[in-house]
């Protein structure tokens, strides 16, 4: 592993993101630098096609930079290969989506089990226990033997926090999470997010509702695939 710099769990550097299109070359991410450390709790606001999801996706190492670096946890993601960088990934990033994709055909506890199986952690009775702990920790134990159409909305949403905090990863992030569900199961689920940070996880969460991200510790602004303003602890500037 690289050496983490200046504490920071994600670290990007000088990221750029072009995609090849019918119409010619499309750049989404301008030069990206930004840190995030340890504990912190932050959203991330843009417009649509400002480039929320594609620095998502470079945090996570869904997709990869055209140009620049990536470290998170102090792992250069950007150079891993992608079977190395998916058995990474299901070991230090919990996804939360705004659609839950859960396995429809898997019951509640089975779908939570699922990223222990596929990283090799825990074995046996144990993997059970650890998802029904964390069932119990999301306030939905009594609908672990389920399959997910038998939930409601909010409850889906629980059981896929719960499938990302499987493997005990050190930073949750979440793409719309709270996009598919009613103003009070959202605060609900909020809570569970402040929880999370409480408990020392860094949660990264892309957002379009202003009310949520502005009770996150940090709210950081694409606009046209740069990071127009960084607010915290009620200071803004703006650029990088």
């Known amino acids: 592993m690289d050496e983490q710099v200046n504490g920071a769990l994600i670290d990007l550097r000088d990221v750029v993101k072009t995609y090849k299109t019918g119409a010619g070359s499309l750049t989404v991410l301008k030069e990206v630098t930004l840190k995030v450390y340890p504990s ?3 959203s991330i606001v843009g417009p649509s096609g400002s480039g929320k999801s594609t620095l998502l996706n470079m945090i996570t190492g869904i997709d ?12 250069a993601i950007h150079r891993l290969s ?12 919990g996804v939360v989506f705004q659609f839950f994709q859960l396995l429809p055909t898997l019951t509640v506890l089975e779908n939570v089990m699922l990223p222990m199986d596929f990283c090799h952690l825990y074995h046996g009775r144990e993997r059970e226990r650890r998802a029904m702990r964390l069932l119990e920790q999301v306030g939905i134990a009594a609908q672990a033997h389920k399959l997910p159409s038998a939930l409601s909305g909010g409850e889906q949403q629980r059981a896929a926090i719960a499938r990302a ?15 598919n569900l ?8 909020f809570a569970l997010f402040e929880a999370l940070v409480a408990d020392g996880k ?9 009310g949520l991200a502005s009770r996150m510790l940090r709210t950081i602004e694409i606009r046209d695939g740069r990071i127009s303003v960084d607010v915290s602890n009620g200071h803004a500037w703006a650029g990088y």
């Open 40 to 42: 912190e709790f932050i």
């Open 64 to 75: 990869k930079p055209t140009l620049g670096q990536v470290f998170v946890g102090g792992e």
């Open 82 to 93: 992608e079977d190395k960088l998916a058995r990474w990934r299901g070991r230090h990033i």
């Open 165 to 179: 905090l499987a493997n005990d990863p050190p930073l949750i992030v979440a793409d719309e999470p709270t996009g």
């Open 182 to 189: 009613d103003t009070a199961t959202a605060t609900e689920v």
């Open 202 to 210: 860094t949660m990264v969460v892309v957002t379009h509702d202003k």
